[in-house]
């Protein structure tokens, strides 16, 4: 395409000769015979150039500059003052008016057609840069929709469990719209809190693309009744599977059964898991003892998970580096250092997590650096109930009857955790759904009293200190991962009844049974302990029968829609 | 950041320093470093120069681990200072690399 320039001298011959001039440097030529004309011309098309003479009739060459320039467009036009005149003073009023270059006359040919050529130049690349900053606009514009939009899934899915949960208290500070810290909880269906807190490798879209299966891992988990070890083998292998080697997980998972006064840890790259006295004090500290997430093959996964007691008035803290990291104004960071000195009894337990927010924004000065996260969970009665745990979704269908029995040897037992599993196929009942909660609490109890205590023969007195609490599921790993003989038998017997059904569970192990005719089991040195979970069972069970030497036990349960 | 490469035993060990701040910034230095080039049968990632390392960097190190042949990858991270092998620790890299 031809590029086009605009001659403007009120003298025809003057015209004439630099479109003859023009032309034959390949270049299209409109003339205007005055600055009034230029403006008119302008208005209509624009030009690669413009060669302007100073006096004109009408309007001059430096009201025309001016105003041409003033309304140009985002496009530069170079305009070369043509004059005869040869005082200084005005040759820089053509440079003041908005003038690119000048040249007086009578020019050299060779000059002007040179300085035509360098002014196209710089004319060429300026539409350049113009054209590639759009494109950048553009780009940035696309960008920021598309973080908008996942932003918007991000948000549906992280929030999908959407159940406050009281004693939890969360800090969640990001750098940008997307980054990879990410906290999520959820009530399993026995009262148990699950709380995930983690930080994907990087930051922005990247780190947040794989925060979606996760959340969708964790909380579908959480429901169906699985342990923390589970959930973050399933997360592993998820992460593993579909993301590029160098993107991974750092996160601890956490589970508190406020009822059981049990807080279980299993920490994979995130900074150290603390639990805090009622006196304000570091009682324990769960450090990271686990590669993050999505980097270990899956056969090779270590689901080992920390298990402590607690007592009513703890208090549960877990952080991302990005709080350990965050930069203070005098120069340095928080560092671990100070994080741990704000533990201790110069602050009130209700105002700890405050005073530890406060201190974070009065030393960040112009904002947060790194996406950084601060978790508090308050262990007391608020936790153990059970009424926001994730709702299930309810039929109306009518119940069948059916009757399965299970066989679970001991290889089976160091394999999986059978109540989830379980769990799903009394899930076909239809109409049981309401009373999926309860039914866990049976199945579980029900189960872990055959495994600890029959086939594992665990004495629950080890229980009863809050060392021997921890040993006692040490030992229980320890003793189930050696297993290496016995079985379980389930049966499950389900009858309808109108509006609603029978379900009667039978399970036998292979232990030696216990007196159950003078005591409960477990009983000893702990029997408030291990009576609990006995007495738990007949308020929610029609009956509870033992029989045979103690190792068997039926169970009845009996509901309604 | 200047990632500097280095050959060694008549090309079996590949030595990569990365100085400085190794973070998302060196992401493309640090794979040219090894990317490319036929590959050696030891790795050897000197931190002496490193004064600043990322969750980014962690996967750099990864997806380096990956190239070399995952499990049977022979790759040793040398001269980390106390805060980077803290990271390091943190993130169990023990379990994946021979750390010095």
């Known amino acids: 395409m031809l590029k086009n320039v605009l001659v403007v001298d009120d003298d025809q011959t003057n015209r004439l000769i ?114 590639q900053n759009q494109q950048l606009n553009q780009h940035q514009q696309l960008l920021i929709e598309e973080q908008q939009i996942a932003e918007r899934i991000f948000k549906n899915v992280v929030n999908a469990g959407g159940t406050d949960i009281p004693g939890i208290r969360v800090l969640l500070s990001p750098t940008s719209v997307f980054n990879g810290d990410l906290v999520l909880s959820a009530r399993r269906s026995t009262g148990e809190l699950h709380v995930l807190v983690g930080d994907f490798t990087g930051h922005g879209l990247s780190a947040a693309v794989g925060t979606v299966p996760v959340s969708d ?124 000195e704000c533990f201790g009894p110069h602050v009130g337990a209700d105002q700890l997590f405050d005073w530890i927010v406060g201190s974070l924004h009065e030393i960040h000065g112009d904002g947060p650096q790194d996406d950084l996260t601060l978790v508090e969970i308050v262990v007391n009665e608020a936790l153990a109930s059970i009424d926001n745990v994730i709702a299930p979704v309810q039929h109306q269908r009518n119940s069948t009857a059916w009757q399965v029995n299970f066989e679970l040897s001991a290889h089976t037992l160091r394999q999986v955790d059978p109540v989830p599993l379980l769990m799903r196929v009394l899930s076909e009942i239809q109409g049981l759904e309401r009373h999926k909660e309860i039914l866990y609490t049976i199945l579980a109890e029900l189960i872990t009293n055959a495994v600890d205590h029959g086939i594992l023969r665990l004495d629950s007195a080890l229980k009863s200190t809050p060392a021997g609490f921890a040993n006692y599921y040490t030992e229980r790993s320890t003793r189930l991962a050696q297993l290496d003989g016995g079985s379980l038998r389930i049966e499950l017997l389900h009858a309808p009844q109108p509006r609603g059904g029978r379900l009667t569970l039978r399970i036998s192990d292979s232990g030696p049974g216990f007196d159950y005719k003078t005591a409960p089991r477990g009983s000893g040195a702990n029997a408030v302990t291990s009576g609990r979970g006995m007495h738990l069972l007949r308020t929610l069970c029609e009956s509870i029968e033992y029989s045979g030497n103690g190792n068997c036990v039926e169970a009845v349960f009996v509901w309604n829609v | 950041m200047p990632v500097q490469v280095q050959s060694l035993d008549n090309g079996a060990t590949l030595k990569i320093s990365p100085n400085g701040r190794f973070d998302f910034n060196s992401h493309r230095e640090f794979r040219d470093a090894y990317q490319g080039k036929s590959p050696a049968a030891h790795y050897l990632v000197d931190l002496r120069g490193t004064e600043y390392m990322d969750s980014s960097a962690l996967g750099m190190l990864l997806l380096l681990r990956e190239y070399a042949g995952g499990d049977k990858a022979k790759i040793r991270i040398v001269n980390a200072r106390t805060e980077i092998r803290n990271i390091l620790n943190v993130a169990n890299f023990e379990k994946m690399f021979v750390i010095e």
């Not at chain 1, 305009?79 to 270059?101: K, N, P, S, W």
């Not at chain 1, 006359?105 to 113009?130: C, E, F, G, Q, W």
Request: charged share 25%; hydrophobic share 45%.
């Open chain 1, 217 to 340: 891992i964790f909380y579908a988990m959480t429901s169906e009744g699985f342990s923390i070890g589970d959930i973050a083998a399933a997360i592993n292998r998820k992460i593993k599977q579909i993301m590029p080697a160098n993107i991974f997980f750092a996160a601890t998972l956490l589970s508190v059964d406020a009822l059981e006064k049990k807080f279980v840890a299993w920490n994979g790259g995130m900074p150290e898991v603390l639990i805090i006295d009622v006196n304000n004090r570091i009682r324990q500290r769960v450090r990271s003892q686990h590669l993050p997430l999505g980097v270990m093959e899956e056969a090779m996964f270590d689901r080992a998970v920390d298990v402590f007691a607690v007592e009513y008035g703890e208090r549960i803290y877990a952080c991302s580096d990005g709080l350990i990291d965050a930069p203070i104004a005098t120069g340095g960071r928080f560092t671990k250092e100070g994080y741990l």
């Open chain 1, 18 to 131: 630099l479109r003859n001039l023009l032309e034959r440097e390949g270049l299209a030529v409109t003339m205007a015979e005055n600055g009034a004309q230029a403006l008119e011309a302008c208005a209509c098309q624009r030009f690669a150039l413009i060669l302007m003479d100073v006096m004109m009739p009408v309007m001059d060459g430096y009201e025309a500059t001016r105003r041409i320039k003033h309304s140009a467009s985002v496009h530069f036009t170079p305009v070369i003052f043509l004059t005869a005149m040869q005082d200084d003073e005005q040759l820089a009023r053509c440079v003041d008016a908005g003038g690119d270059d000048f040249l007086t006359k009578p020019y050299n040919h060779v000059i002007l057609k040179s300085k035509i050529r360098a002014m196209l130049r710089i004319s060429d690349l300026h539409d350049t840069v113009l054209h």
